[in-house]
Protein backbone atom coordinates (compact mmCIF):
# COMPACT_ATOMS: atom_id res chain seq x y z
CA UNK A 1 0.00 0.00 0.00
CA UNK A 2 2.67 2.30 0.88
CA UNK A 3 3.83 2.13 -2.96
CA UNK A 4 0.28 3.13 -4.09
CA UNK A 5 0.43 6.18 -1.67
CA UNK A 6 3.87 6.83 -3.08
CA UNK A 7 2.53 7.04 -6.77
CA UNK A 8 0.05 8.95 -5.88
CA UNK A 9 1.76 11.46 -3.75
CA UNK A 10 4.26 11.75 -6.63
CA UNK A 11 1.46 13.01 -9.55
CA UNK A 12 -0.03 15.39 -6.74
CA UNK A 13 3.56 16.72 -6.39
CA UNK A 14 4.35 16.70 -10.23
CA UNK A 15 0.38 18.39 -10.95
CA UNK A 16 0.32 21.02 -7.96
CA UNK A 17 4.29 22.17 -9.09
CA UNK A 18 3.41 22.02 -12.44
CA UNK A 19 0.04 23.84 -12.19
CA UNK A 20 1.46 26.49 -10.05
CA UNK A 21 4.22 27.68 -12.11
CA UNK A 22 1.85 27.84 -14.97
CA UNK A 23 0.10 30.25 -12.78
CA UNK A 24 2.94 32.07 -11.45
CA UNK A 25 2.09 30.38 -7.79
CA UNK A 26 5.03 28.37 -7.10
CA UNK A 27 5.23 28.64 -3.02
CA UNK A 28 2.56 26.59 -1.44
CA UNK A 29 3.00 23.63 -4.53
CA UNK A 30 6.69 23.89 -3.38
CA UNK A 31 6.36 23.72 0.34
CA UNK A 32 3.78 21.13 0.40
CA UNK A 33 5.82 18.79 -1.91
CA UNK A 34 8.67 19.42 -0.19
CA UNK A 35 6.65 18.67 3.20
CA UNK A 36 5.78 14.96 1.88
CA UNK A 37 9.52 14.61 0.71
CA UNK A 38 10.88 15.24 4.21
CA UNK A 39 7.97 12.85 5.58
CA UNK A 40 9.16 10.20 3.17
CA UNK A 41 12.22 10.57 3.86
CA UNK A 42 11.15 10.54 7.89
CA UNK A 43 10.03 7.57 7.09
CA UNK A 44 12.34 5.66 5.14
CA UNK A 45 14.16 2.61 6.58
CA UNK A 46 17.59 4.00 5.87
CA UNK A 47 16.64 8.01 6.37
CA UNK A 48 20.19 9.01 5.78
CA UNK A 49 20.93 7.38 2.72
CA UNK A 50 17.27 8.31 1.08
CA UNK A 51 18.13 12.06 1.88
CA UNK A 52 21.61 11.76 0.05
CA UNK A 53 20.26 10.00 -3.18
CA UNK A 54 17.26 12.84 -3.01
CA UNK A 55 19.87 15.50 -2.76
CA UNK A 56 22.14 14.16 -5.31
CA UNK A 57 18.46 13.84 -7.54
CA UNK A 58 17.75 17.10 -6.98
CA UNK A 59 21.32 18.59 -7.77
CA UNK A 60 21.88 16.47 -11.09
CA UNK A 61 17.84 17.78 -12.04
CA UNK A 62 19.19 21.09 -11.33
CA UNK A 63 22.29 21.02 -13.69
CA UNK A 64 20.54 18.91 -16.55
CA UNK A 65 17.11 21.60 -16.47
CA UNK A 66 20.11 24.43 -16.26
CA UNK A 67 21.93 23.32 -19.03
CA UNK A 68 19.13 22.47 -21.41
CA UNK A 69 17.52 26.23 -20.82
CA UNK A 70 20.90 27.37 -21.42
CA UNK A 71 21.22 26.08 -24.40
CA UNK A 72 17.93 27.33 -25.66
CA UNK A 73 16.11 24.45 -26.30
CA UNK A 74 13.36 25.17 -23.10
CA UNK A 75 12.59 27.83 -20.91
CA UNK A 76 10.48 27.21 -17.70
CA UNK A 77 8.12 30.23 -16.18
CA UNK A 78 8.55 31.30 -12.31
CA UNK A 79 12.29 31.02 -12.90
CA UNK A 80 13.16 31.97 -9.19
CA UNK A 81 16.06 32.17 -7.73
CA UNK A 82 17.78 33.14 -10.98
CA UNK A 83 17.41 33.43 -14.13
CA UNK A 84 20.26 31.42 -15.06
CA UNK A 85 18.97 28.71 -13.32
CA UNK A 86 16.25 26.16 -13.71
CA UNK A 87 13.52 27.18 -11.03
CA UNK A 88 13.35 25.60 -7.28
CA UNK A 89 9.94 23.91 -8.21
CA UNK A 90 11.46 21.79 -10.96
CA UNK A 91 14.61 20.85 -8.15
CA UNK A 92 11.17 19.54 -5.89
CA UNK A 93 10.36 17.71 -8.67
CA UNK A 94 13.18 15.97 -9.30
CA UNK A 95 13.70 15.24 -5.59
CA UNK A 96 10.63 14.05 -5.66
CA UNK A 97 10.96 11.87 -8.56
CA UNK A 98 13.84 10.23 -6.72
CA UNK A 99 11.39 9.58 -3.56
CA UNK A 100 9.77 6.72 -5.95
CA UNK A 101 13.33 4.94 -6.40
CA UNK A 102 12.83 2.64 -3.09
CA UNK A 103 9.01 2.76 -3.25
CA UNK A 104 6.82 3.42 -6.61
CA UNK A 105 9.69 2.14 -9.11
CA UNK A 106 11.64 -0.21 -7.19
CA UNK A 107 10.41 -2.97 -9.54
CA UNK A 108 13.48 -1.25 -11.42
CA UNK A 109 16.10 -2.07 -9.19
CA UNK A 110 17.66 -4.95 -10.92
CA UNK A 111 16.33 -3.74 -14.40
CA UNK A 112 18.66 -0.83 -15.72
CA UNK A 113 18.24 -0.88 -19.09
CA UNK A 114 14.17 -1.11 -19.00
CA UNK A 115 14.50 2.25 -16.35
CA UNK A 116 16.56 3.82 -18.86
CA UNK A 117 14.44 3.37 -21.48
CA UNK A 118 11.40 3.96 -19.40
CA UNK A 119 13.17 7.32 -17.84
CA UNK A 120 14.42 8.33 -21.99
CA UNK A 121 10.31 7.98 -22.46
CA UNK A 122 8.91 9.24 -19.57
CA UNK A 123 11.02 11.91 -18.95
CA UNK A 124 10.35 14.32 -21.56
CA UNK A 125 6.68 13.06 -21.65
CA UNK A 126 6.44 14.88 -18.19
CA UNK A 127 8.31 17.73 -19.68
CA UNK A 128 5.81 17.74 -22.97
CA UNK A 129 3.08 17.50 -20.66
CA UNK A 130 4.00 20.50 -18.43
CA UNK A 131 4.98 22.94 -21.61
CA UNK A 132 1.10 22.36 -22.81
CA UNK A 133 0.04 22.98 -19.14
CA UNK A 134 1.62 26.48 -19.38
CA UNK A 135 4.61 25.79 -16.98
CA UNK A 136 7.77 26.36 -19.48
CA UNK A 137 8.24 26.43 -23.27
CA UNK A 138 10.40 25.11 -26.00
CA UNK A 139 13.32 27.38 -26.73
CA UNK A 140 14.50 29.13 -29.39
CA UNK A 141 16.48 26.13 -30.57
CA UNK A 142 13.31 24.00 -30.67
CA UNK A 143 11.07 20.99 -29.51
CA UNK A 144 12.10 18.05 -30.88
CA UNK A 145 16.31 18.96 -29.97
CA UNK A 146 14.83 19.37 -26.48
CA UNK A 147 13.18 16.28 -25.88
CA UNK A 148 16.33 14.22 -27.57
CA UNK A 149 18.33 15.95 -24.66
CA UNK A 150 15.92 15.26 -22.03
CA UNK A 151 15.31 11.67 -23.63
CA UNK A 152 19.30 11.26 -22.97
CA UNK A 153 19.58 12.91 -19.53
CA UNK A 154 16.44 10.46 -18.04
CA UNK A 155 17.69 7.68 -19.26
CA UNK A 156 20.81 8.26 -17.78
CA UNK A 157 18.98 9.70 -14.73
CA UNK A 158 17.17 6.69 -13.91
CA UNK A 159 19.62 3.99 -13.81
CA UNK A 160 21.98 6.44 -12.45
CA UNK A 161 19.35 7.28 -8.91
CA UNK A 162 19.55 3.40 -8.87
CA UNK A 163 23.45 3.11 -8.82
CA UNK A 164 23.58 5.97 -6.13
CA UNK A 165 21.14 4.23 -3.57
CA UNK A 166 23.16 0.92 -3.92
CA UNK A 167 23.85 -0.75 -0.52
CA UNK A 168 27.63 0.29 0.43
CA UNK A 169 30.00 -2.08 2.87
CA UNK A 170 29.05 -1.07 6.56
CA UNK A 171 25.52 0.18 5.31
CA UNK A 172 24.14 -3.43 6.48
CA UNK A 173 23.99 -6.80 5.80
CA UNK A 174 25.41 -7.89 2.26
CA UNK A 175 24.55 -11.00 1.15
CA UNK A 176 27.46 -14.05 0.73
CA UNK A 177 29.09 -14.28 -2.57
CA UNK A 178 29.21 -18.02 -2.29
Not at 1 to 11: E, L
Amino acid sequence: MAKFWNFVFFQAGWFACVIGAANQQVFWPVVATLLYIAIHIWHSPRPISELKLLAKAGLFGAAVDTLIANLGFLSFENSWPSAYLSPVWMWTLWALVASTINSSLAWLRDRPILGAVLGAIAGPMSYEAGVRMGAGAWGANGQIGGLILLGLAWGIAIPLFFYWDRPTVGSGPLKNPL
